[in-house]
Structures are given as structure tokens and as C-alpha cells.
């Protein structure tokens, strides 16, 4: 775990150039899409939905998370969830808490805005998140979403 305290920001023209610079180990690459495509998927969704930050620590950028809110999963108004839509650690930074940080981050956004569950999807495979994801408590629910895996953390 870092040693100072990691925050979050708003990307701005301010560190545009930082958050796009945030790149992972290149055999990870297969699982999560550049900063640079989750910002325009950000740009192309609704106000609200999409929640894009950089994460920092002291002055370094070190991560890039990308948090969904309210999103109609079906694509019918049926069912709507919230949850984490990207998470890119830059390669020189993981394994120092800031994946664990960005998802608590996204547990208490989640639990401002009264939701009681949240959703990732990912990849499975020997280079893919799903450790990750099951160590902090995420778990399968039997569902897919273009191929990936999809998992809920409770949130009490």
C-alpha cells in the first residue's frame, strides 16, 4: 500500500494528457480498453452516467477509473445498475493499493447516491482482473456481458 493518500480528480485540460497517459503491463492490455476510448465513451453517454477520474497520489497520476451510474443494462429500461466500467493502474503503480482504492471510491459514490449493489465485468485469464476482483469480495452472477464475467459486491 502507498504511503500517502491517493484522490481522485475530474480529468480536465488540466491533466487530459496525464489520464491518457495511464497505460497498463502490456500482457493486461486485452483486458480493459485505454484511457483514451473510456473518455470518449464518456463523451457519448448521457450526462450522470459516466464517471471518469484520475487517480493521483501526491503528483503522480497512477490510475484511471471509469464508474457507471444508473446505466440501463438491457438496453430496454428494465434493469439498472451502477458499478465499475473501467479500472487502468498504471504498470509501474499496481500492487500498491490504488485498484483497491478506486474500488472503494466507487463503493461510497454507489452508496451516496443510494444504491445498495456494485458491477464490474471482466476478463477471464491468467493475466485478467478476476483475482483481483474476487479478493475484495466481488462475486460471479452467473451472468455475461460480451463475453466477460459478471460480478456484484454487496454493498452493506
Known amino acids: 500500500m502507498t504511503t500517502s493518500t491517493p484522490r481522485l480528480e475530474e480529468v480536465t485540460p488540466r491533466n487530459f494528457e496525464a489520464a491518457t497517459?495511464?497505460?497498463v503491463r502490456p500482457e493486461q492490455e486485452f483486458a480493459v480498453s485505454p484511457v483514451m476510448q473510456s473518455l470518449a465513451e464518456a463523451y457519448v453517454h448521457p450526462a450522470g452516467v459516466a464517471w471518469p477520474r484520475l487517480i493521483v497520489d501526491g503528483d503522480r497520476?497512477?490510475?484511471f477509473l471509469m464508474a457507471f451510474f444508473d446505466i440501463d443494462?438491457?438496453?430496454?429500461g428494465t434493469l439498472f445498475r451502477s458499478g465499475l466500467w473501467r479500472l487502468n493502474i498504471a504498470a509501474g503503480?499496481?500492487?500498491r493499493g490504488y485498484g483497491r482504492f478506486a474500488v472503494e471510491s466507487v463503493a461510497?459514490?454507489?452508496r451516496r447516491r443510494g444504491g445498495k449493489e456494485l458491477y464490474v465485468t471482466w476478463h477471464a485469464g491468467p493475466?485478467?482482473?478476476e483475482d483481483f476482483y474476487l479478493g475484495l469480495?466481488?462475486?460471479?452472477n452467473g451472468e455475461l456481458s460480451a463475453g466477460e464475467i459478471v460480478g456484484v459486491l454487496e454493498l452493506s
Open 21 to 23: 497517459g495511464i497505460k
Open 61 to 63: 497520476p497512477v490510475g
Open 73 to 76: 443494462w438491457k438496453a430496454d
Open 93 to 95: 503503480e499496481q500492487r
Open 108 to 110: 461510497a459514490e454507489i
Open 127 to 129: 493475466d485478467g482482473p
Open 137 to 140: 469480495g466481488f462475486r460471479p
